[in-house]
């Protein structure tokens, strides 16, 4: 059986575990369970691709990916049965439902049920007059077209949002990874079923790039960070973290993002990063790659980008400083009460002590 398009892409992930030093598949694997489990309902198409990557993947994991994915898989009400079968998880039990009792004669004013015969006896039924006339009988007949010429669906594209967490994880495997492997990625996110990023607005792109290329030709890196995070509504020290990037790939992809051309992409490239551009075989490769560059592989990548700055800033601003300040501060309140026993019994300013006399 010949596996469906969507597994081309993940078969390019797939293929940097083979390398030395890139062990990618415990993070795929784990990312594709959380990716799976997101929705209640899945087709016939996702449910293969999903039990065969998984299958895969399983055989080549530790146990440790494995018994996260099996403990997540087993609380999901629609695991397909092969993974139930290949994780050692219990079979979701069906009750049979009671037969029906057998049905009685039943005389109705247009059909008799003969017992002796079983067969039916059909009883003309008296005509009903129509209160208003047939609306179709003056109308056309409609054309009948074949079915062979009928236009075939368009399959539904995939939906399944990254979490920040995988976000965070694919773009951690994506910045260590060398330049022909993240070429591979990008190929390979063109066909993943993950959902992209919304589109950035024409008129608002237009007037990025003219600031984008003006601010690259002039090396004015802090205004091409500023206009970049901008334009992608991306934080600053993302934005910086793409432009500075050494292979120059993730400015790649900003530029397919925002719809730039390639002879300009090429100018930015000579004139902004002088790491990038004083080497010729780099500003080839890279714009190379450009002109093979999918927006779509581009838009998950921004989408990648945004959910990775979300769980940076969760796990920066976490509740639980704010609660383990005050459970310090606690203690410390214990040993020094409001108002002491004695109190009571000191005299105040300006009063007289029990037993003086009064003059």
Partial sequence: MSAPPMLQGFDGLLSLSRREGVDIRPTLLRVLTDLYVQTADHSYDEELQFVELASRLLDQVDDATRAVVRARLSVYPRTPHALLRKLALPQPRYQRMPLA??????????????????????????????????????????????????????????????????????????????????????????????????????????????????????????????????????????????????????????????????????????????????????????????????ERAALIMLATWRGASIATTRAKYRPALYDDERQRARPAAAHHPAAAPAAADTPRFGSRAPGARQG
């Fill in 101 to 294: 009792p057998p049905l009685q004669p039943v005389e109705t004013p247009d059909v008799v049920f003969v017992d002796d015969s079983n067969d039916l006896e059909f009883v003309d039924a008296p005509e009903i007059a129509s209160a208003e006339p047939d609306a179709g009988e003056n109308l056309p007949a409609a054309e009948s077209v074949p079915v062979a010429d009928m236009p075939a669906a368009p399959a539904s594209a995939p939906t399944l949002a990254m979490k920040p967490e995988d976000a965070s994880s694919l773009n951690d495997m994506f910045l260590a990874a060398p330049s022909k492997e993240r070429a591979r990625i990008l190929m390979g996110l063109e066909s993943a079923p993950l959902k992209p990023s919304i589109k950035v607005d024409p008129r608002r792109a237009a007037r990025a790039l003219a600031s984008l290329e003006q601010a690259a030709l002039a090396a004015d890196m802090p205004a091409f960070i500023a206009e970049l995070g901008d334009a992608l509504i991306l934080p600053a020290h993302v934005a910086s973290a793409i432009v500075h990037d050494p292979l120059g790939e993730p400015l790649a992809c900003a530029a397919r993002v925002l719809g730039m051309s390639g002879d300009a992409f090429q100018r930015v490239l000579l004139f902004l990063n002088p790491a990038i551009g004083s080497s010729v075989m780099d500003v080839y490769r890279l714009a190379r790659m450009y002109d093979h560059l999918g």
